[in-house]
DNA sequence: ATATGAAATGAACAAAGTTCATTTTTCTGG
DNA sequence: CCAGAAAAATGAACTTTGTTCATTTCATAT
């Protein structure tokens, strides 16, 4: 890699952890093109040159946020030992409120960021969130013996979908959710009291 | 009430429903100040004489967004006859997802605007959250009869964020959530699935 | 060393929320 | 009905912020 290549390669990783830091202190609202200049050492037609807006590098971000919550997701699932299936969904439950409640406005970022209604999406944004759902497929599938990999897989999201609605609502100062304190376990809750009806439906 | 004052409030109802029919078309992003004094006929300095700013605007928006919300609700419930507790649950849930699938920008304006960190927050913004989560407390609590109110309530949150969750993701373009085609078909699933749980559990 | 093309620059532009000095309208007392 | 005062409406100007692009600076190959 020549010179320039290495130079130009250092700024974007620059100009995307610059972004993830502010991000991550003050909320993507407060994200500017000029701040973002001053923290690097550039201008701002640089930032232009190597993003294609600053949606772009907002994106970039969330990608990265995407990765680290399914890290998360993963080392919970390497800690969690013989624990059975159930356990395990609650532990990815509880390990996904933990992320979003630490990491509020990179997870506010993530989902809440809101696109131009044109604006091209990336395949890697959608790909990305896949994984997550794999996570909760391999214990779920566990209790729908007889559902096809559709199914099990449509189930996984919406149960995605519910923790990820309650972390939504909890934070939102604008919305009375579950109470913050309670959320790690109303989530365990809703996880436990789902999967008996799982298996009640078995039986 | 004064000619003044009739022509303050037919002016201020009249900013809100434009507002209301601009953010319902295009979106609360595309919502301008502008445009906002040239549909009503006044001059932009008019609209923060009758409201504090924007967003103050938007709220009085997703307030009556809100009370639509409840009394679609509230009428589905004296629509359902008498089914038994989980499916006035299930049509509680197949309701607000139709409401949000039909009125998306105007959903979205009511959860996913965001204000700015330090905006204060009517009261009214609040309670008006109480009444939807009433309507889920009833034939809820059929289905907890030895818990407390307060569990019941809990419970009624969360199974709300679950069903908004399951919205909210299905309607993100960025997400990849339930299939819009199967939301109604998954939400009564998820519900009676735990319904089920809850039962179990008593047994 | 020079020419050439790539990259960086930052002033200028555009879009949009907000303010406020000025103008217009309304109200009130005589 | 009029004059003056108070209230309301006005819209030009200001502010902030994303974005562009003509110009300058720099790196590389011959």
């Known amino acids: 890699m020549s010179k320039v290549a290495e130079r130009k390669a250092r700024m974007r990783t620059d100009l995307i952890e610059s972004a993830e830091r502010r991000i991550s202190e003050q909320g993507v609202a407060r994200l500017h093109a000029r701040e973002l200049a001053a923290d690097v050492g550039c201008s701002v037609g640089t930032i232009y040159n190597l993003f294609e807006d600053l949606d772009a590098l907002i994106l970039h971000v969330s990608f990265r946020t995407l990765k680290r919550i399914d890290d998360v997701m993963e080392a919970s699932m ?104 309670m959320l790690d376990e109303q989530t365990e809750f809703m996880i436990r009291t789902f999967v008996r009806g799982l298996k009640s439906d078995q039986a």
Chains 1, 2 share one sequence.
Do not use: K
Not at 95 to 105: G, R
Not at 106 to 112: K, M, N, Q, R, V
Not at 113 to 131: C, I, K, R, T
């Open 78 to 181: 390497d800690d969690v030992g013989d624990a059975d299936a159930v356990s395990r969904m609650v532990t990815l439950g509880r390990t996904y409120c933990d992320f979003a409640v630490a990491n509020s406005n990179l997870w506010a970022a993530l989902f809440e960021h809101n696109l131009p209604a044109d604006y091209p999406l990336p395949d890697w944004v959608l790909e990305g969130q896949l994984s997550l759902f794999r996570h909760i497929e391999a214990p779920l599938s566990f209790y729908m013996p007889s559902s096809d990999r559709e199914t099990v897989g449509r189930t996984a999201r919406s149960l995605f979908s519910m923790v990820h609605g309650m972390v939504s609502l909890s934070l939102e100062r604008r919305i009375s959710g579950v109470n913050l304190d």
